[in-house]
Structure formats: C-alpha cells, structure tokens
C-alpha cells in the first residue's frame, strides 16, 4: 500500500486547510484510515479516524474543528481542518490499518505534509 498525502501549507489562525491522502496497492474500502501529526519536538500524536463503515473518532484536541471523511470510489480520505490554530502546526500523516480492532498500531503510513499556521 502506497499513500500520499498533500494539501498542506502555511495559513493564518483561524483560516481552513484540507488534507487529501490517496491509497494504492489494496482495497481502500477495507481500511481504517486515520491521520497523525507531529509537532517539532514532540511525538507523534492521533489525530482522527474513519471506519470501513464510516464511523469517526477525533482527538479532542481537534473535535468540533477537524472532520475526517473517505471517498472510497477514489480511494482517498480527507481532513478539513477549520479553525486553525497555532499549536496545529505539525506534519500531518495519514495511515492504513487492515486490523479489526483499533490500537494505533498502522499498517502502512504515508510520507507527512506540513501544516503551518501564523499567529
């Protein structure tokens, strides 16, 4: 499995993003995707997710600001970032699982996009 992300860039507080992250090499439809992101310095944390069903589940870091859906007839899953604020700067990485059961454990990660957001 092949992902890559993009839709990154540098914003102001309080401007929108979307992250695109397009999956090749096995059946998208199958797959838990999530987002991560990583800060300078720090570790990488979840962020969102979204079910072979569609269900979802944010960090509550970013509930209420960031949705996560998927197009499964494109294989690609998205994150619009509204609100943004200074401390989601980070690169931002999107992930496949094939698992049945969630434990951040990824099967497949894809190379980052930065996010950068002014104050």
């Known amino acids: 499995v092949q992902l890559q992300a993009s839709g990154g860039g540098l914003v102001q507080a309080g401007d929108s993003l979307r992250l695109s992250c397009t999956s090749s090499g096995r059946a998208f439809s199958m797959a838990t995707m999530a987002w991560f992101r990583q800060a300078p310095g720090k570790e990488r944390k979840f962020v969102s997710r979204?079910?072979?069903?569609?269900?979802?589940y944010s960090a509550d870091s970013v509930k209420g600001r960031f949705t996560i859906s998927r197009d499964n007839r494109k294989n690609t899953v998205y994150l619009q970032m509204n609100s943004l604020k200074p401390e989601d700067t980070a690169v931002y990485f999107c992930?496949?699982?094939?698992?049945?059961?969630?434990?951040?454990?990824?099967?497949?990660w894809g190379k980052g996009t930065q996010v950068t957001v002014s104050s």
């Open positions: 992930a496949a699982t094939y698992g049945s059961t969630w434990t951040q454990a990824m099967d497949y």
């Open positions: 979204i079910a072979t069903g569609g269900s979802t």
